[in-house]
């Protein structure tokens, strides 16, 4: 992977931000299209900061993804890194910085326009959360699971720092796509989830409490396979997925099923954000700009 990564040719920045000192490039590796995202890490000895890295260290790897680190000839990480590679044009739409709109989704425009792109976006697309959950990919990164779901550290954490804590969990039931495939039912079945990481993240991180912890879902998610976030709520660094309009906290969605019924979230119209470079958006979301 790093002869890769040395081989990654530039071709444009996709996005960039200042404050989170972060870069999203568009480049080639072996004629392929590439994505790579480069993201700032603490400094701990400044010492170094007169060499330049030299080493490039795989953490893990899984399908398109790979995430490591790039080091100074010191002890201090220069950067992290992720990259997609062969990168496809819907990451491209994921990660181009574009504008945003609010959205109204009514119960309609899910059923017309939502749902049959859903559709697409299933399969292939998905194969490394399936790799995770059924394939032992990513097995040394596993902090917990069990019947409902597996927890990890997302590939935008270091690991390490608890302050910047942020965890992905993901569940095993591959009939939920996304929070319109929740309804009444299911509310026991988030319960023992929400409780289950109560529970299980402070006994892998000393001096973690459960008030510590922000647990939210994303609507329209990354990719559909009902997955949850879990970050520490002091870490404020993840900016606009943390939002309302992207976030929604896991209490307010069991809160609200129950009052949804058994038809759930698919009754409901669900106000977000939406970029212009989303597919969705050009498939008709547009005409429902608030």
């Known amino acids: 992977m790093a002869s890769k990564l040395k081989n990654f040719t530039f071709v444009k920045v996709l996005d960039e931000d200042s404050q989170q000192k972060r870069i999203v490039l568009h480049g080639r590796i072996d004629n392929a299209d590439a994505i790579l995202t ?165 006994k892998i991180y000393n001096g973690l409490n459960s008030d510590d912890l922000r647990i939210y879902v994303h609507y329209q998610p990354s990719y559909y396979h009902f997955h949850i976030h879990v970050v520490n709520v002091n870490f404020i660094g993840l900016a606009n997925s943390m939002l309302c309009g992207k976030a929604i906290l896991l209490e307010d969605i069991i809160d609200n099923l129950h009052f949804l019924g058994e038809k759930g979230y698919l009754s409901k119209t669900i106000a977000y954000q939406l970029k212009e470079t989303h597919a969705l958006y050009s498939l008709g979301l547009d005409k429902y700009r608030q």
Request: proline share 4%.
């Open 38 to 202: 480069l993201e700032k890490t603490f400094f701990t000895n400044p010492a170094c900061l007169n060499d330049y890295y030299t080493n490039i260290y795989l953490d893990s790897s899984n399908d398109v993804y790979y995430w490591g680190k790039t080091k100074y000839t010191g002890s201090d990480p220069t950067c992290k890194f992720n990259l997609i590679y062969p990168a496809t044009e819907t990451h491209f739409r994921k990660y181009q910085n574009a504008n945003l709109h609010m959205i109204r989704e009514t119960p309609e425009a899910y059923e017309s326009i939502v749902k049959p792109y859903i559709e697409t976006m299933r399969g292939d697309r998905i194969k490394w959360v399936r790799n995770i959950l059924f394939d032992g990919a990513e097995a040394e990164r596993v902090l917990f699971k069990n019947d409902d779901y597996i927890l990890l550290p997302d590939m935008k954490w270091d690991g390490k720092d608890l302050e910047s804590l942020y965890c992905c969990c993901i569940v095993y039931d591959e009939k939920i796509n996304s929070i319109r495939d929740l309804n009444c039912s299911h509310i026991a079945y988030l319960e023992r989830i929400r409780e289950s990481i109560f529970r299980e993240l402070p």
